[in-house]
Nanobody, 122 residues
Framework: QVQLVESGGGLVQAGGSLRLSCVVS????????MGWFRQAPGKEREFVAT????????DYTDTVQGRFTISRDNAKNTVYLQMNSLRPEDTAVYYC???????????????WGQGTQVTVSS
């Protein structure tokens, strides 16, 4: 059974930083794409970032480009999301997801974590 567990969320002031981690168990991630999505209160879940199995393909939504960095350590079965210059509008539950195939901005991922709350105060 594949499980994804996110950590690293919390409360931070605007302009601050957080680093989210997602540990995958149940299978190796060395051949699958990984992604981060988020859902703010009252809004639909949206794409944040994705990274290919090799790390050679990375994609971000425009609103986080230049502030967030997605990375992965296949040896640790872990994917990260470094979030800098956080804004109140980044407040959301952040979800990690794994996809058997190429990177994707849509929600057609095979496995999902339970999410971790990120709150940015102004």
């Amino acid at each position: 059974q594949v499980q994804l567990v996110e950590s690293g969320g919390g409360l931070v002031q605007a302009g601050g930083s957080l680093r989210l981690s997602c540990v995958v168990s149940g299978r190796a991630i060395s051949d699958i794409a990984m992604g981060w999505f988020r859902q703010a209160p009252g809004k639909e879940r949206e794409f944040v970032a994705t990274i290919s199995w090799s790390g050679g393909t990375i994609d971000y939504t425009d609103t986080v480009q230049g502030r967030f960095t997605i990375s992965r350590d296949n040896a640790k079965n872990t994917v990260y999301l470094q979030m800098n210059s956080l804004r109140p509008e980044d407040t959301a539950v952040y979800y990690c997801a794994a996809r058997l195939g190429r990177t994707s901005r849509t929600e057609n991922y095979n496995y999902w974590g339970q999410g971790t709350q990120v709150t940015v105060s102004s």
